[in-house]
């Protein structure tokens, strides 16, 4: 199993072509790391009402799920993002009951709202992250040659006034 990568949800967000919601995770330690999860529309409005402080005047699907599982005697020690197959990402949430730990087959969007009404962390696997990188973009001749130069330049390349510093 690879290792695993604490992430934490950095936003709401639509996609400008589609206007899908996307959930937008962001490496804990690594704020480099981005990983964006295309979800439904109901998921993101449960991790936006979150994100934002509403809490329900009677609890919806996440939140009866939370008293569910507190009311078993259990806790969601953490959820973790474990697969990505053919652009499906697949997650895993991680419920302590007891001496127990149960590991339940979740979409991460679901995953992710539980974690974020049990205050637990959120890890994306290694080799998922590998796999969703997105590939570099090709630089034009121009853009790789200001490129290079930038790399390349030293202090004296500088002139201040018409005179070489």
């Given at each position: 199993?690879?290792e695993?990568v604490?992430?934490?949800?950095?936003?709401i967000t639509l996609?400008?072509t589609t206007?899908?919601?996307?959930?937008v995770?962001?490496?804990?330690?690594?704020e480099?790391?981005?990983?964006?999860i295309?979800?439904g529309?109901f998921?993101a409005?449960?991790?936006a009402?979150k994100?934002?402080g509403?809490?329900?005047?009677?609890?919806?699907t996440?939140e009866?799920l939370?008293?569910i599982?507190?009311?078993?005697g259990g806790?969601?020690?953490?959820?973790?993002i474990n697969?990505?197959?053919?652009?499906?990402?697949?997650?895993?949430?991680y419920?302590?009951?007891g001496?127990?730990?149960l590991?339940?087959?979740?979409?991460p969007s679901?995953?992710i709202?539980?974690a974020?009404?049990f205050?637990a962390?959120?890890y994306v696997?290694?080799h998922v992250l590998?796999?969703?990188?997105?590939?570099?973009p090709?630089?034009?001749e121009?853009?790789?040659?200001?490129r290079?130069?930038l790399?390349?330049i030293k202090?004296?390349?500088?002139?201040?006034g018409?005179?070489?510093?």
């Amino acid at each position: 199993m690879s290792e695993l990568v604490e992430m934490e949800v950095h936003g709401i967000t639509l996609d400008p072509t589609t206007q899908m919601p996307i959930v937008v995770l962001k490496g804990k330690e690594d704020e480099n790391l981005i990983l964006p999860i295309w979800i439904g529309a109901f998921e993101a409005n449960g991790i936006a009402m979150k994100l934002q402080g509403v809490e329900p005047p009677r609890p919806m699907t996440y939140e009866l799920l939370k008293n569910i599982i507190t009311e078993m005697g259990g806790n969601v020690e953490k959820v973790v993002i474990n697969d990505l197959k053919d652009s499906t990402y697949y997650a895993e949430i991680y419920i302590n009951q007891g001496n127990n730990t149960l590991v339940i087959d979740s979409r991460p969007s679901d995953a992710i709202n539980l974690a974020l009404r049990f205050g637990a962390p959120i890890y994306v696997a290694e080799h998922v992250l590998e796999q969703s990188k997105l590939p570099e973009p090709e630089e034009d001749e121009e853009k790789k040659k200001l490129r290079e130069w930038l790399e390349n330049i030293k202090p004296e390349d500088f002139e201040i006034g018409g005179e070489k510093s």
